[in-house]
């Protein structure tokens, strides 16, 4: 498989994550525009695709038949020939010499680092691709928690506002006579605490966004809001099938994609044995005589024959099979964890919604209007409202906890690229 990166392409690829990536602070913040920002801006991940791109680079330097360079050697001067073995008889006279020696390796060893340096690539295209998945769960988990904080307000407000109706009504009844001054100072006691929540809440709604624009390389004006469910429509898989896919997560892939390059380093290592033949060809010129040669030296693979270096990228394969194996085992568990997690947290939102009663509201109308015509007491109306402020947030704390054990589970299975 060819990797390759083409010059021309960069400012257009530019320019497009640029404009993928802009955030308007006027535009609510959703899960599928958090998911993108992580793999565009996130740190971790941009650092591993430019290991990437560095490795796909690499493999300009794998691919050419002449891996080393030539040589050149030459001289000139006056160049005695002896006749006999009496000097006087030597003969004496200009001459020169040029060399050129150019090695060549065969096509099994240029074939074998090449397949090196793919099986190289492949192993950064998984490492990158597990530290998307760690990414996305980092953000995905903010995104929740500053989404469930953001309800919580919501919630607060609307309590909030429930509970200024009835200071309002209280004091409207005390002025007519009809309601005591204690009762008034328990309403007024009761809408302070509703503001002070309103306060404390709006507080940890400004920290779990602040949290997830820092996650996302965001100014806090840009997070001013998120938008989406903490529940999620699609059904739960089923145990079965997340196992099934836990060869295939980005973090195990990694591990035998590493294995894959170990063994690959070991064949170039072990290409060793084939001579590296080198094409040489001289010239000489001497006492007006002209001469051609070419020959071809072939180095004897007698002694190095890579087995230092074979060695080793074997033990490196042994290691990381072994770890593979080991992060398959921690994957599988993981997953059985998450999904049985998952399905008693679905059992108990279940429960929580049916005792929650989706009539609240109406019930708190009803008993306002009942209380303004002085049918029902004022400690009436402030424990339902009580009771419907707790019911609320309970079924948001088990909404949160659901949407994040899903988000566990996606990361688990791999589910989450």
């Given at each position: 498989m060819k990797h390759s990166i083409p010059f021309?392409?960069?400012p257009w690829v530019a320019v497009a994550l640029l404009a993928a990536t802009t955030v308007?602070?006027?535009?609510?913040?959703?899960?599928?525009?958090?998911?993108?920002?992580?793999?565009?801006?996130?740190?971790?991940?941009?650092?591993?695709?430019?290991e990437l791109r560095?490795?796909?680079?690499?493999?300009?330097?794998?691919?050419?038949?002449?891996?080393?360079?030539?040589?050149?050697?030459?001289?000139?001067?006056m160049i005695a020939e002896p006749q006999d073995l009496r000097w006087r008889n030597t003969s004496v006279g200009p001459g020169a010499q040029l060399s050129?020696?150019?090695?060549?390796?065969?096509?099994?060893?240029?074939?074998?680092?090449?397949a090196a340096v793919d099986?190289?690539?492949n192993a950064r295209i998984a490492e990158r691709d597990a530290v998307i998945r760690e990414a996305l769960l980092s953000v995905g988990s903010g995104f929740y928690r500053a989404l469930h904080a953001q309800k919580l307000s919501h919630l607060a407000r609307h309590s909030l506002a429930i509970a200024e109706r009835l200071l309002e009504g209280a004091r409207k009844q005390h002025a007519s006579g009809g309601l005591a001054e204690v009762d008034v100072r328990i309403a007024e006691l009761e809408a302070e605490t509703a503001r002070r929540n309103h306060a404390v809440v709006n507080g940890a709604a400004e920290l779990a966004r602040g949290e997830l624009a820092s996650?996302?390389?965001?100014?806090?004006?840009?997070?001013?809001?998120?938008?989406?469910?903490?529940?999620?429509?699609d059904p739960l898989p089923s145990l079965e099938s997340a196992l099934a896919s836990a060869p295939t997560r980005p973090d195990v892939r990694a591990f035998d994609a590493g294995r894959q390059a170990a063994l690959k380093e070991a064949n170039v290592a072990a290409a060793s044995v084939f001579?590296?033949?080198?094409?040489?060809?001289?010239?000489?010129?001497?006492?007006?005589?002209?001469?051609?040669?070419?020959?071809?030296?072939?180095?004897l693979p007698v002694f190095d024959r890579g087995q230092g270096e074979q060695a080793r990228a074997r033990a490196r394969a042994g290691g990381l099979a072994a770890q593979a194996d080991n992060r398959l085992r921690l994957a599988r568990a993981e997953i059985e964890n998450a999904h049985g997690i998952a399905v008693l947290l679905a059992e108990q939102r279940t429960k929580i919604r049916a005792a929650t009663s989706a009539a609240d509201?109406?019930?708190?109308?009803?008993?306002?209007?009942?209380?303004?015509?002085?049918?029902?007491?004022?400690?009436?109306?402030?424990?339902?409202?009580?009771?419907?402020?707790?019911?609320?947030?309970?079924?948001?704390?088990?909404?949160?906890?659901?949407?994040?054990?899903?988000?566990?589970?996606?990361?688990?299975?791999?589910?989450?690229r």
């Open positions: 021309w392409g960069a308007h602070a006027d535009e609510p913040l959703t899960l599928p525009a958090v998911f993108a920002l992580a793999r565009q801006r996130g740190p971790d991940v941009l650092a591993a695709e430019t560095a490795e796909q680079a690499s493999r300009v330097g794998a691919t050419p038949l002449f891996a080393q360079n030539p040589s050149i050697e030459g001289g000139a001067g050129v020696a150019v090695p060549v390796e065969i096509a099994l060893q240029r074939w074998r680092r090449v099986a190289r690539v996650l996302l390389g965001l100014r806090p004006a840009e997070v001013a809001t998120v938008q989406g469910e903490l529940l999620r429509s001579p590296t033949p080198i094409l040489k060809g001289t010239y000489q010129h001497w006492n007006g005589e002209h001469s051609l040669m070419a020959y071809v030296e072939m180095p509201d109406e019930l708190i109308e009803r008993l306002e209007r009942l209380y303004s015509a002085r049918q029902v007491d004022l400690n009436t109306v402030i424990t339902v409202r009580r009771q419907m402020l707790q019911s609320r947030r309970e079924s948001l704390d088990a909404d949160l906890q659901e949407a994040l054990v899903r988000l566990w589970l996606d990361a688990a299975t791999g589910a989450l």
